[in-house]
Every structure is written in structure tokens, then in C-alpha cells.
């Protein structure tokens, strides 16, 4: 397997934890169970699980309404676009990075 492959994996790993995780809390709320904190969802979805997150927010319907969770947890979706755009266009700017930084 190769490192690309890997990474992948480990990303759709952590997205479908983090949508069980979702579907857990969801399932606690409605029972009056011990629930997950914000900051574990949110923790989540920083680490690599922001589609997973949404998909659990959407499909659901978990914490859609949640302020300041919703707005923090778009942010942790910009910032992977944001970062994933970054890493798809790097090889056109990383070389004027490097003669930048010389």
C-alpha cells in the first residue's frame, strides 16, 4: 500500500468514526443517555473527520441550530478546503515558494 493509500484510509477511517460518533450523541440525546462533548465532535472533525461531521450534523439533523458549535465546526471545514486546496495546487506555487525563501 502506498503512503497515498494509506493516508486515505486513515482519513476515511476517522470520517466514519466521527459520523458514528454523531449518530451516538444523536441516539443518547433521544434516549437521556450520557452524551458526547462538544469539544470530542469538534476534536473529530479537526483531526481529519470534518466530512464525516457534516454528514452527521446533515443527515441526522444533529446540531444543525447549535451555536457556537455550527460555526466552529464550519470553520474546521474551511480550513480542510482551504488546506486540501493549498496541497492540490502546490506544484504550482511551491517552486516560486522556494525561490521566494532563497
Known amino acids: 500500500m502506498t503512503t497515498s493509500q494509506t493516508i486515505v484510509l486513515i482519513i476515511l477511517l ?3 468514526i466521527t459520523f458514528c460518533t454523531f449518530w451516538w450523541d ?11 462533548p462538544e469539544s470530542r ?5 479537526l483531526i ?3 466530512l464525516g461531521a457534516v454528514a452527521g450534523q446533515q443527515l441526522l439533523r444533529h446540531k444543525t441550530r447549535k451555536e ?3 460555526t466552529e465546526l464550519m470553520l474546521i471545514v474551511t480550513l480542510h ?3 486540501l486546496a493549498a496541497w492540490l495546487s502546490a506544484p504550482l506555487w511551491f517552486p516560486y515558494a522556494l525561490a521566494f525563501v532563497r
Open 14 to 16: 476517522i470520517n466514519i
Open 26 to 36: 444523536k441516539d443518547a440525546a433521544r434516549e437521556g443517555h450520557w452524551r458526547v
Open 41 to 45: 465532535l469538534l476534536g473529530l472533525a
Open 48 to 50: 481529519g473527520g470534518s
Open 68 to 70: 457556537p458549535f455550527r
Open 81 to 83: 478546503i482551504a488546506g
